[in-house]
């Protein structure tokens, strides 16, 4: 489970994350939709570990940059950043190793075939186009098994397949109680299958619908989200 | 060409107000002008001494010849493989589609050219004071030689663009080309070597071969020369020659580039683009971007790390690295380029200072020197060590293990590197001079010992000022960190120094050995926890 409370971050003069407060429980994948510059990758960040913040993070009850923690999930970065000079395999092999994970070639075989990275387990990082390095991070960070998946705009670069495999991997993620949440700018690669949107606006989360919500009330999510990030009155609230 | 006008005054008008919105950035220039200010000024108050108690002239001759060397001859050669450029991606994106006409955006490139190299002139000039009080030159002779240098930048860039456009796609004008830099090169060469066939192999001789007039007449960096050196000497005749012809390369090559080849933008793309990477992996603090693109990793024969669990995979993962780079981990590239210049400049210090005599310079002398120079250029490597590699990937940040075992696995390689380079070049020139092993011991302790200081010191800088955005203060402020690092144990060494008399020099090594290991430690205890709090540089 990903608790967030409160959650601020400042960059200079900039308010890029203003006191968010959501949760994704397990077996429930939220969507943080917004569009550029909203907040939404730095809110990611923050949630990994990567940047300092204001606030409360939990992954799984524990604080967001304990070892306990980092055990617990997965992170899946906007630009992927592969290391040039270790292959595809040596990739997961470090992430296995760096994770303790035990028996890890069978799982890493799995993911590698899933994405149509198999035939290239002996290419460089540096020799990977950009959707292939965005299909060996989504590798490396499902490796070790997580229980929350953090996604930072993880459709974009990838072909059809990948695509499709990656929208399978997610709903296969939330039957095995995974709290995942996956930020994007773009609602339709989204549309299948989200349980819970959030829509951030201007550092802000400026409405939060589940999708029984949506279906039981017959709101439009699209209609609602350009209402707010349009700037039009709509009652959206933040819950 | 109003156009261009209008972005020329724009980019001047917002760059001021840049500085303005920025006080750090305008205090750091501030403060470095004042810097340069008073250096000049040192410069101009100093004491007049006996002619005959400044190191000889041909020294400088000697030096700024070799400086216009390095710069020419590199420059020139990779403009032959991917040419230059004096163009931004934003031209790339704005100009070169637009209908103003590529002769016009040509002369707005120059004109930024000339400007960036006035520029480079004025950060020459950090060197002024100490060109001045060593060889008793006046301010002004010292702008003339920056000058040289900011004039060689520019004509070696058009020269540079010409030759890329001229021989592109024509493997036989490269190789005629090539022949002609060679030919030049080796002329000088010889020049320089029949000067020690006819009056020995000495210091007397190599300064003479550098200040000879003769070598002035070699086209381009001999004529830059030869007008420096002339406007230093009052010798206006000399000077307007030199100046005319280099001035006649410049137009030359200017009007040669504009008229063969209106279609330039081709020839200027790659090399703008490949500089954009460049300058943003800087400007981002991402030197593996830079080394990425330099470097050329073997080729993939086997895969997998094989060892390390937990933190401890990094590094087993950096000598992955490193065997993926080199054959043996640890001996770099850079470990054979620096013991290669520590052997060439033991050999010079040497012959110059009259062989293996009794009265030539002491082993010992030149182990300090080599030592004093290549840690100098060890701070350069450190820069781009693995473990500063590290923090650019999310990985040191995700890894479920403790902060501090991270840490010391992620900086080990860096670590280890400065001791196994100090092993080899010192050994290496310890044989060679036939020095006390007890000196070259202390060397090699010295030198790893600095590796350590500057890699502790990145670390803290990096915990103090991981949030500062400007690289360029960042790199101020570690450059600062360094020397309040060293003053404990520089301190010890002059008080021993200046306390006990006679005492060998290879005991004033020790205290700052023992203090930079010490050091070293005591922030890496201190940053222990400093992966909790860090930000990814992204």
């Given amino acids: ?80 950043a592969p290391i040039e000079t270790l292959t595809v395999y040596e990739h997961l092999e470090f992430i296995a190793r760096a994770y303790k994970v035990e028996d890890w070639k069978d799982k890493a075989r799995t993911l590698l075939e899933r994405m149509e990275l198999d035939d290239k387990r002996k290419k460089l990082g540096k020799e990977l186009s950009k959707g292939m390095q965005q299909k060996l991070s989504i590798c490396c960070a499902l490796l070790p098994e997580p229980k929350v998946v953090l996604m930072d705009e993880p459709l974009i670069g990838l072909d059809p397949h990948a695509i499709k495999e990656l929208k ?21 690669s989204v549309r299948d299958f989200w349980d819970k949107a959030l829509i951030m606006m201007d550092g802000k989360i400026a409405a939060v619908r589940t999708r029984a919500e949506i279906e039981s009330t017959g709101e439009d999510l699209e209609q609602l989200f350009f209402s707010i990030t349009e700037g039009a009155q709509t009652g959206g609230d933040a819950r | ?63 700024y010849f070799a400086i216009l060397f390095l710069i020419t001859v590199p420059s020139v050669l990779s403009g032959l493989k991917s040419g230059a450029t004096f163009f931004r991606m934003s031209d790339v994106n704005f100009l070169f589609v637009s209908p103003i006409s590529p002769k016009k955006i040509l002369a707005y490139g120059l004109v930024k050219q000339m400007a960036s190299s006035i520029f480079m002139m004025i950060f020459l000039m950090f060197y002024a004071g100490m060109a001045i009080n060593l060889f008793g030159i ?61 009056h020995g192999a000495n210091q007397q001789s190599l300064f003479a071969a550098l200040a000879s007039p003769y070598l002035e007449f070699a086209p381009v960096i001999g004529w830059i020369k030869g007008m420096v050196f002339a406007i230093m000497n009052g010798d206006t005749v000399r000077a307007a020659v030199f100046a005319a012809l280099n001035a006649a390369v410049v137009a030359g090559s200017v009007l040669l580039f504009a008229k063969s080849n209106s279609d330039y933008y081709e020839d200027v793309l790659q090399t703008t683009e490949s500089t954009f990477e460049l300058k943003q992996a800087v400007k981002d603090g991402k030197t593996a971007g830079v080394r990425g693109m330099n470097t050329q990793p073997r080729r993939v024969t086997d895969t997998g790390i094989w060892h390390g669990w937990g933190a401890s995979v990094f ?16 001996l770099r590239g850079t470990s054979i380029v620096l013991l290669a210049i520590n052997v060439i400049l033991a050999f010079v210090l040497r012959a110059i200072s009259g062989g293996a005599r009794d009265d030539g310079m002491p082993s010992g002398l030149i182990l300090v020197i080599a030592l004093s120079m290549s840690s100098y250029i060890q701070f350069f490597f450190n820069a781009a060590g693995d473990w500063t590699l590290e923090l650019m990937k999310p990985y040191i940040y995700l890894v479920p293990e403790k902060p501090f075992a991270k840490l010391f696995w992620a900086s080990l390689t860096t ?42 010191g990145n670390v803290l800088s990096q915990r103090i000022f991981g949030q500062l955005v400007n690289k360029g203060l960042l790199m101020f402020a570690y450059m600062l960190m360094l020397i309040v690092l060293l003053l404990p144990g ?6 021993l120094y200046l306390l006990v008399e006679n005492i060998p020099l290879t005991l004033l090594g020790l205290p700052v050995f023992i203090s930079n290991v010490l050091v070293s430690i005591g922030i890496f205890a201190a940053c222990r926890n400093m992966l909790s709090s860090a930000e990814m540089n992204s």
């Fill in chain 1, 1 to 80: 489970m990903l608790e967030v409370l409160d959650l601020t971050k400042k960059y200079r003069n900039t308010l890029a994350n203003d006191h968010l407060n959501f949760r994704v429980d397990p077996g429930e994948i939220a969507v943080m939709i917004g569009p550029n510059g909203a907040g939404k990758s730095t809110a990611i960040k923050c949630i990994a570990g990567l940047l300092r913040f204001n606030g409360n993070i939990a992954v799984c009850g524990y604080p967001n940059k304990t070892v306990e923690a980092k055990r617990n999930f997965g992170y899946i970065p906007e630009i992927p």
């Fill in chain 1, 168 to 188: 399978t991997m997610l709903t296969e993620l939330r039957e095995k109680g995974c709290a995942v949440l996956v930020s994007t700018h773009m609602l339709d």
């Fill in chain 2, 1 to 63: 060409m109003k156009a261009i006008l209008y972005l020329i005054r724009k980019e001047i008008k917002n760059a001021v107000i840049d500085l303005l919105h920025h006080p750090a950035r305008l205090i750091l220039y501030l403060f470095l002008a004042a810097m340069l200010g008073l250096s000049l000024l040192n410069g101009t108050e100093r004491e007049v001494r006996e002619p005959g108690s400044y190191p000889d002239i041909g020294i400088l001759h000697g030096v």
């Fill in chain 2, 138 to 198: 006046t301010v002004w002779q010292m702008v003339a030689l920056v000058a040289g240098i900011a004039l060689i930048v520019f004509t070696i860039q058009l020269i540079t663009l010409l030759v890329y456009s001229y021989s592109s796609g024509r493997p036989e004008r490269t190789g005629w080309i090539k022949t002609v830099l060679y030919a030049e090169i080796g002329m000088m060469v010889a020049f320089t070597l029949s000067n020690f066939w006819f």
């Fill in chain 2, 315 to 330: 590094f087993f993962k950096h000598i992955r690295e490193m065997k993926r780079k080199n054959r043996i981990p640890f």
């Fill in chain 2, 415 to 456: 670590l280890l590197t400065p001791v196994v380079d100090g092993v080899i070049i010192f050994a290496v020139l310890g044989v060679m001079l036939r020095a006390n092993p007890v000196t070259a011991l202390v060397c090699m302790l010295l030198y790893a010992s600095m590796g350590f200081i500057y890699t502790a």
């Fill in chain 2, 490 to 495: 520089a301190g010890i060494s002059l008080a």
